[in-house]
């Protein structure tokens, strides 16, 4: 069984250009979620998809940050314009179920992105 | 949401048991202590998940006392490759990670 993968696995790009992270989660996992660690920071939560729709979103720093889950297959999160804080590794994570009993998270290997 | 306390950092020795304590003084009653183990380069990883008394698998040991306000992670004897971040968290429709302990373990 595929892991989730994550794409690109490094991007660096300049403040004030686009960039789109893109995670696929493991097949059949209608739970999906986003994560980044800014660096000397915690792993903070940014969003939760059950299939396609957004059941919290509550972390999302700000509306430079679009997250769309469109067929509730993969996932792409988008930052435009980048700031430099943006700078971090962005992770996803899939599970089956909503957490809980006997759930388990599995995690992707991140994206780094580095804003310059 | 139910917050975590851990300490920050602890060293130990190849071949050591090692115990991470976890404090979580307002979980909630449907709230799951959940594991989490975090190489450089990677994401978090399951290590064990448990709601009361202990729970046993092959990489790790999870103790939870009759009120659930703390946990202990048991790593029995313990190797360089188990140097790691461990993450305690509480779970229920919602997993929010705090700083995690950094876990050193030497030759």
């Known amino acids: 069984e595929a892991g989730v993968t994550q794409f690109p696995s490094h991007s660096v790009i300049e403040k004030g250009q686009t960039v789109t992270l893109r995670c696929d989660p493991i097949?059949?996992?209608?739970?999906l979620y986003w994560y980044r660690r800014v660096m000397g920071k915690e792993i903070k939560f940014l969003l939760h998809?059950?299939?396609?729709?957004?059941?919290?979103e509550s972390g999302m720093p700000n509306n430079r940050f679009l997250a769309e889950r469109t067929g509730g297959t993969y996932s792409t999160l988008k930052v435009q314009p980048a700031e430099l804080e943006d700078s971090g590794v962005y992770f996803c994570?899939?599970?089956?179920?909503?957490?809980?009993?006997?759930?388990?998270?599995?995690f992707g290997q991140g994206t780094r992105l580095t804003v310059v | 949401l139910a917050k975590t306390t851990q300490p920050i950092s602890m060293d130990s020795y190849e071949g050591q048991e090692v115990n991470i304590t976890c404090s979580h003084n307002?979980?909630?009653?449907?709230?799951?202590i959940t594991w989490y183990q975090q190489f450089p380069s990677q994401g978090p990883r399951f290590i064990i998940q448990?709601?009361?008394t202990k729970v046993t698998n092959e990489v790790a040991s999870l103790f939870i006392p009759a009120d659930r306000k703390s946990s202990t992670l048991s790593l029995p004897r313990v190797s360089l490759s188990d140097t790691a971040v461990y993450y305690c968290?509480?779970?229920?429709?919602?997993?929010?990670f705090g700083a995690g302990t950094r876990l050193t373990v030497k030759p």
């Open positions: 994570a899939s599970t089956r179920r909503g957490l809980g009993l006997d759930t388990e998270a599995f």
């Open positions: 097949s059949g996992h209608d739970n």
């Open positions: 968290l509480v779970v229920y429709n919602d997993m929010r």
């Open positions: 307002n979980i909630a009653t449907n709230d799951y």
């Open positions: 998809f059950v299939k396609e729709s957004k059941q919290d």
């Open positions: 448990g709601y009361k």
